[in-house]
């Protein structure tokens, strides 16, 4: 298996545009997580879903975060617009049960 | 929902000494117990787990020890090397299924 996959690794964009994150889980697996990771806050979970459906977004800073999973293969985390606060390491992450595996993360910088 | 506290946030030791690092957490629910270890720029990986029916784990030169009583759980290293340095994560699973719960991280740095 290669493991949960992100793209892009880095990505950078200007204040006010629009900005998706891409994550395929592990197969079989049913829950996903979308963290986003800074110097300051550490790891915050933003939103993780259950067999394709949304448990929990209570972390997801405003409302102009937004997640999907239209599928057990694949999610987005978009952010539109864009702001230089949002600047930091995503990571996607999927389970089966128990213990996490953590994709490669997508470096975002907004500028 | 559960809350996890960990310490220190940074430590600091020489090569060959053993390091500890130390959680709480907070609901009595809780039964999985991993610890993740992040390198510079790369991603978190689980180096080690314990469920809450086993008071302690070894793996080689990493252990973990869980008192279910008093609700902490710590993660020990041996014969520390300058390849341990990271940052190192402690999470549980509580009565939320499927989610963990993670520490703030401790910041190990094993000088040569």
């Known amino acids: 298996d290669a493991g949960v996959i992100q793209s892009p690794r880095h990505e950078v964009t200007e204040m006010g545009q629009e900005v998706t994150l891409r994550c395929k889980p592990i197969?079989?697996?049913?829950?996903l997580f979308w963290y986003r990771q800074t110097m300051m806050r550490g790891l915050e979970l933003l939103i993780y879903?259950?067999?394709?459906?949304?448990?929990?977004d209570s972390g997801m800073p405003e409302d102009r975060f937004s997640a999907k999973m239209p599928n057990a293969s694949f999610s987005t985390l978009k952010i539109q617009p864009s702001e230089p606060r949002d600047s930091a390491v995503y990571f996607c992450?999927?389970?089966?049960?128990?213990?996490?595996?953590f994709g490669s993360g997508t470096r975002l910088t907004v500028v | 929902g559960e809350n996890v506290e960990q310490h220190p946030s940074t430590l600091s030791v020489q090569e060959g000494d053993s390091a500890v690092i130390k959680c709480t957490y907070s609901?009595?629910?809780?039964?999985?117990f991993p610890w993740y270890k992040q390198e510079l720029g790369k991603r978190p990986q689980l180096i080690i787990d314990?469920?809450?029916?086993?008071g302690e784990k070894k793996d080689q030169r990493i252990a973990v020890t869980l008192n279910k009583t008093a609700k902490h759980f710590s993660l020990h290293i041996t014969e520390t090397q300058p390849e341990d340095s990271a940052v190192y994560f402690c999470?549980?699973?509580?009565?939320?299924?499927?989610?963990?719960?993670f520490g703030r991280g401790t910041q190990l740095t094993v000088w040569p």
């Open positions: 992450a999927s389970s089966y049960r128990d213990g996490y595996t």
């Open positions: 879903f259950n067999n394709n459906v949304p448990i929990d």
């Open positions: 999470a549980a699973c509580g009565s939320t299924l499927g989610r963990l719960y």
């Open positions: 197969s079989g697996h049913d829950y």
């Open positions: 314990i469920r809450s029916n086993v």
């Open positions: 609901d009595s629910a809780s039964n999985y």
